[in-house]
């Protein structure tokens, strides 16, 4: 990912690296917003300044300042800013671990249980009436004290996941491609197994050159890197139930440990030993 060209509050790790904080000025036109180790629970995108379209799975939305993104960590997604060059954001991830130390289980579900790429979107109208900009400004205020207070911070963090979880997102707000959307649903349904671009194309009665471009155009990535990406999240996924590397690559549908390997350094730029771990532990 590009590195910001003004980082406004230095990234702010919790206790355990329970949650990340970032708020930053960026001068990309686009990025790929999907890393698998950094993933590992959910991520709230607060656009402060700029207009960006988002690209979740199958659906576009187009954001304004205000506006709130919710994406989990199945969902690849990617971004680019409209018109603007400059765009200012707040990115804050919050582990699976956040929500279990404060018995979070049902605000967490608020956020996970939904079809990906659906209901990712929070209205600047909605987070406005529950609240969230005070909350905010009240975060960046403990954490920009020195030595910021953790357990304040933590403790403001749960007031705004509670109130973000309480908060409907509006479906009417995202674009989709009803064929983008059972390409998409029939890659998922065999991700563990063998699949081909031929297998793909004929399935939906389209050329291959065809369906390149339209799934390109519409999720931002192409059907080999949206496959690779799925099957890596997969397999971090198999890896924090226990399940050995080698065998969780398998399962994800990886033809061999090799090929595994070398998708995983390629997007990663670490080898899987280096950050993928079992269970109780972050990745």
Same mark, same amino acid.
């Given at each position: 990912?590009?590195? +910001?060209?003004?980082?406004? @509050?230095?990234?702010?790790?919790?206790?355990?690296?329970?949650?990340?904080? &970032?708020?930053?000025?960026?001068? !990309?036109?686009?990025?790929?917003?999907?890393? +698998?180790?950094?993933?590992?629970?959910?991520?709230?995108?607060?656009? @402060?300044?700029?207009?960006?379209?988002?690209?979740?799975?199958?659906? =576009?939305?187009?954001?304004?300042?205000?506006?709130?993104?919710?994406?989990?960590? %199945?969902?690849?997604?990617?971004?680019?800013?409209?018109?603007?060059? $400059?765009?200012?954001?707040?990115?804050?991830?919050? *582990?699976?671990?956040?929500?279990?130390?404060?018995? $979070?289980?049902?605000?967490?579900? /608020?956020? =996970?249980?939904?079809?990906?790429?659906?209901?990712? @979107?929070? +209205? /600047?109208?909605? /987070?406005?009436?529950?609240?969230?900009?005070?909350? $905010?400004?009240?975060?960046?205020?403990?954490?920009?004290? %020195?030595?910021?207070?953790?357990?304040? #911070?933590? /403790?403001?963090?749960?007031?705004?996941?509670?109130?973000?979880?309480?908060?409907?997102?509006? *479906?009417? $707000?995202?674009? *989709? %491609?009803? !064929?983008? =959307?059972? #390409?998409?649903?029939?890659?998922?349904?065999?991700?563990?197994? +063998?699949?081909?671009?031929?297998?793909?194309?004929?399935?939906?009665?389209? *050329?291959?050159?065809?369906?390149?471009?339209?799934?390109?155009?519409?999720?931002?990535?192409?059907?080999?890197?949206?496959? &690779?990406?799925?099957?890596?999240?997969?397999?971090?996924?198999?890896?924090?139930?226990?399940?050995?590397?080698?065998?969780? &690559?398998?399962? &994800?549908?990886?033809?061999?440990?090799?090929?595994?390997?070398?998708?995983?350094?390629?997007? =990663?730029?670490?080898?899987?030993?280096? !950050?993928?771990?079992?269970?109780?532990?972050?990745?």
């Amino acid at each position: 990912m590009p590195q +910001p060209t003004l980082k406004i @509050l230095t990234e702010k790790k919790g206790i355990n690296q329970t949650y990340r904080y &970032a708020h930053s000025v960026n001068s !990309t036109a686009r990025e790929v917003e999907f890393t +698998p180790q950094a993933h590992n629970g959910i991520e709230i995108f607060f656009l @402060l300044r700029g207009k960006i379209e988002f690209l979740i799975e199958q659906s =576009t939305y187009r954001v304004s300042p205000n506006d709130i993104v919710v994406i989990n960590e %199945n969902e690849l997604h990617n971004l680019h800013s409209l018109k603007e060059t $400059l765009y200012e954001r707040i990115v804050l991830h919050v *582990s699976h671990s956040f929500f279990e130390k404060y018995g $979070l289980t049902d605000c967490q579900k /608020a956020f =996970t249980d939904r079809a990906p790429g659906v209901h990712n @979107l929070i +209205p /600047a109208y909605s /987070a406005e009436n529950a609240g969230v900009s005070s909350i $905010l400004r009240r975060m960046e205020q403990y954490i920009s004290e %020195n030595p910021a207070n953790d357990t304040v #911070i933590e /403790a403001v963090l749960v007031e705004l996941l509670y109130v973000l979880s309480r908060v409907r997102p509006d *479906s009417r $707000l995202a674009k *989709s %491609n009803e !064929t983008i =959307t059972k #390409i998409l649903l029939y890659i998922n349904e065999r991700l563990t197994e +063998p699949l081909t671009l031929d297998e793909i194309a004929g399935a939906f009665y389209i *050329s291959k050159c065809h369906l390149c471009r339209i799934f390109k155009e519409n999720t931002g990535f192409t059907i080999k890197d949206y496959i &690779a990406n799925k099957r890596l999240i997969l397999v971090k996924t198999f890896c924090r139930d226990g399940m050995d590397i080698g065998e969780a &690559a398998s399962r &994800a549908g990886f033809d061999n440990y090799s090929n595994f390997y070398r998708v995983y350094v390629n997007k =990663t730029g670490t080898s899987p030993r280096e !950050t993928l771990k079992q269970k109780n532990n972050e990745i």
